[in-house]
């Protein structure tokens, strides 16, 4: 990952400013873990615990004690043997599949998921070279009735998909179902490297019973722990942009510090999703540009606290695929890209981040390339100044059929992607929205999926079981 500049909008003095002001509060004011188990054992490394309240405080030394064991680097894997290495200079992304709604191409509309969606998504999220990995959300498709309907998405994404595993699990029951669909994907050996599990947190400053024993079992199982951190300024959050910044560290710090107080040397990634509340409506305004300034701090934080790092890395706040998408989708990859975080969060993710499509995660991957030839800077070395093509052509002279010209005629020097309308008025030319819809049946023609036989089948089996004893 070369970049010749890096967007930064913290200085040094406020990254540790921030990071002063979280372990202070955590040493005097500390967070809620509503586990007992779990207060236990942060008393024995040391905390100091409120029983009653369910308050834990982490003296400074001890919570530098707990950061110091989190890997700075860390391997994932595909169940073909793929690896990615999350950490120092790596970059690789990470695709959605599917959403509470799917933005039709045919009506450029929002409507509800079908099964052929998570089929198409998956499919191009396997064939796009960023993604190392893919979450799916467990939401119900409209072509299965019932309480099947979410487990034949979830078969249909399985089905075709080889990469790594990011699971949201909002249930015991959802994280048992996700160890025994491991069990089928490692084919009955160590699955820890091939899941990443998201663990959410209760703004302000809270980790309840069912995400304190989501974390525990976690851990157990040897997933890489992923917080779930979503602040909203203005109603779970301060009404600012650092005061949200700066409880959004705290309670990564909070998942990360608990976690090595369970199990030293886990893998912990700095993950956060800041928004803000539109005091007018009440509603969670997730894609704002705020987001653009929240997205490059938070990945400061990340590295000031050497620890892996994710960012969105796409996202609009409308469904439309206008100016207003344009805009921030490109700064929002731009962002996320040149501030150097690890993992490129969220492929396809628009609306609001409850939408997506197809033509959205290809548009994004279009982004990132764009996003990189601009971080990339100027090359100027002898051959690209130019002085040689400047004597040779003269004054009044061109340079088509200039060495130069000849040499670079087919590099990277300038941008081209062919998602990108090029015709520049010239001449009829397809929208980039046609273009990015041609690239999906593209990358979907032909598509044999890469899931060994095998596991197929023990896929099969395990849906087929469970969904029959849903329907009894």
């Avoid at 929205?433 to 023990?458: F, K, M």
Wanted: negative net charge.
């Amino acid at each position: 990952m070369n970049r010749a500049w890096t967007w930064r909008v913290l200085s040094d003095a406020q990254i540790e400013r921030i990071r002063e002001a979280a372990l202070s509060h955590i040493e005097h004011n500390g967070f809620v873990v509503q586990h007992e188990d779990l207060l236990r054992q942060a008393q024995a490394r040391g905390a100091r615990v409120d029983q009653a309240r369910g308050l834990v405080r982490l003296p400074r030394t001890l919570a530098a004690e707990l950061m110091a064991l989190v890997p700075a680097q860390y391997k994932i894997r595909g169940i073909l043997g793929d690896e990615w290495e999350v950490g120092g200079r790596n970059q690789h992304g990470l695709a959605i599949v599917t959403d509470p709604w799917i933005i039709d191409y045919a009506t450029g509309r929002p409507r509800r998921p079908c099964l052929e969606d998570l089929r198409r998504h998956t499919t191009i999220a396997q064939r796009l070279d960023p993604v190392a990995g893919i979450s799916r959300m467990d939401y119900p498709v409209t072509d299965v009735e019932g309480p099947g309907s979410t487990l034949r998405a979830l078969e249909t994404h399985l089905l075709h998909h080889a990469k790594h595993y990011q699971v949201m699990a909002a249930s015991l029951e959802s994280f048992s179902q996700w160890r025994e669909l491991a069990r089928i994907l490692a084919r009955g050996g160590d699955a820890g490297r091939l899941i990443s599990s998201g663990i959410a947190v209760g703004s302000p400053l809270v980790l309840n019973k069912l995400n304190a024993e989501l974390l525990l079992r976690s851990m157990e199982a040897g997933f890489t722990i992923v917080p779930t951190v979503c602040p909203m300024a203005g109603s779970t959050a301060p009404y600012s942009l650092a005061g949200t910044l700066l409880q959004s560290h705290i309670e990564v710090l909070m998942v990360t510090m608990l976690t090595q107080i369970v199990r030293p040397g886990s893998a912990v990634q700095y993950a956060s999703g800041l928004s803000v509340s539109d005091m007018r409506s009440g509603n969670d305004l997730y894609y704002t540009m705020d987001k653009v300034l929240w997205k490059a701090a938070s990945v400061q934080l990340g590295q000031a606290e050497r620890m892996p790092v994710t960012a969105e890395c796409g996202g609009t706040l409308t469904h439309r695929y206008d100016q207003q998408s344009g805009a921030e989708g490109m700064l929002f990859m731009l962002a996320a890209h040149a501030s150097g975080a690890n993992m490129l969060a969220g492929f396809g993710s628009c609306h609001n981040a409850v939408g997506m499509s197809a033509e959205m995660m290809i548009i994004q991957d279009a982004y990132l390339k764009a996003a990189r030839h601009i971080s990339r800077g100027i090359v100027m070395d002898d051959a690209r100044l130019g002085l040689d093509s400047l004597r040779r052509a003269g004054p009044g002279g061109n340079f088509l059929d200039d060495d130069l010209t000849l040499g670079l005629l087919h590099s990277d020097e300038f941008f081209r992607d062919d998602v990108f309308d090029f015709g520049a008025g010239h001449d009829e030319s397809k929208s980039l929205l046609e273009r990015a819809h041609g690239r999906a049946e593209q990358l979907l023609a032909g598509y044999t999926s890469p899931v060994p036989h095998d596991i197929q089948e023990g896929l099969r089996r395990y849906f087929h079981d469970v969904c029959v004893a849903k329907d009894k």
